[in-house]
Nanobody, 125 residues
Framework: QVELADSGGGLVQAGGSLKLSCAGS????????MAWFRQASGKEREFVAA?????????KYADSVKGRFTITRNNTKETVYLQMKSLKPEDTAVYYC?????????????????WGQGTQVAVSS
């Protein structure tokens, strides 16, 4: 059993920054690949970023956020973060923290077993 608590969303103007957090509990954090997905109103859930831990830490980003968003993790605190910069109106969505019992990163929602409740990010023009 794994519980994820995501937070940090809010309202920001285009070009601004925001940092999201996801705290995990119930399982050893290093056993899990952690990721962020987002879902805009009326659209399907899409991959944003992921971070894994095996022989070394690796990251993956969607092309739409590459160079603007940064994902990091603190295994001791069992927390993953998403630093978002240069935000655009099209970034507006509910952002979800997710976890998978794997050391290999996937961009498919079906891979992830555990999900946070979601945190709203709204970017105004």
């Amino acid at each position: 059993q794994v519980e994820l608590a995501d937070s940090g969303g809010g309202l920001v103007q285009a070009g601004g920054s925001l940092k999201l957090s996801c705290a995990g509990s119930g399982r050893t954090f290093t056993d899990l690949v952690m990721a962020w997905f987002r879902q805009a109103s009326g659209k399907e859930r899409e991959f944003v970023a992921a971070i894994s831990w095996g022989r070394g830490t690796t990251t993956k980003y969607a092309d739409s956020v590459k160079g603007r968003f940064t994902i990091t993790r603190n295994n001791t605190k069992e927390t993953v973060y998403l630093q978002m910069k240069s935000l655009k109106p099209e970034d507006t969505a509910v952002y979800y923290c997710a976890a998978a019992s794997s050391f290999f990163i996937s961009t498919n929602t079906r891979t992830y077993n555990y999900w946070g409740q979601g945190t709203q990010v709204a970017v105004s023009s």
